[in-house]
Nanobody, 119 residues
Framework: QVQLAESGGGLVQAGGSLRLSCAVS????????MGWYRQAPGKQRELVAT???????KYADFVKGRFTISRDNARRTVWLQMNSLEPEDTAVYYC?????????????WGQGTQVTVSS
């Protein structure tokens, strides 16, 4: 059974930074595109960023220029460096892998990690 373990969240003031980690166990990992997603209370889950197995990245408009996604296949880990955080970034952040050409995901959602940005 594949497990996703997100960590690194916390409480930070606006303008601050956090680095989130996603550790993947029980999977090959290195052949799949990975992504970070977030969900705020009362809102739908939304895509934050993706990274291919080769390191190509894409970002949602609302984080472009502020967040950076990276991965280390040998360590089976995906990171999200979050800079210039805003209160609107407050959400639970999850990692997963969306199947290309679909709205399905490869893994069960983990617990996520809470990011809270204060004004």
């Amino acid at each position: 059974q594949v497990q996703l373990a997100e960590s690194g969240g916390g409480l930070v003031q606006a303008g601050g930074s956090l680095r989130l980690s996603c550790a993947v166990s029980g999977s090959i990992f290195n052949i799949f595109e990975m992504g970070w997603y977030r969900q705020a209370p009362g809102k739908q889950r939304e895509l934050v960023a993706t990274i291919t197995n080769g390191g190509s990245t894409k970002y949602a408009d609302f984080v472009k220029g502020r967040f950076t996604i990276s991965r280390d296949n040998a360590r089976r880990t995906v990171w999200l460096q979050m800079n210039s955080l805003e209160p609107e970034d407050t959400a639970v952040y999850y990692c997963n892998s969306q199947i290309p050409g679909s709205t399905s995901y490869r893994y069960n959602w983990g617990q996520g990690t809470q990011v809270t940005v204060s004004s």
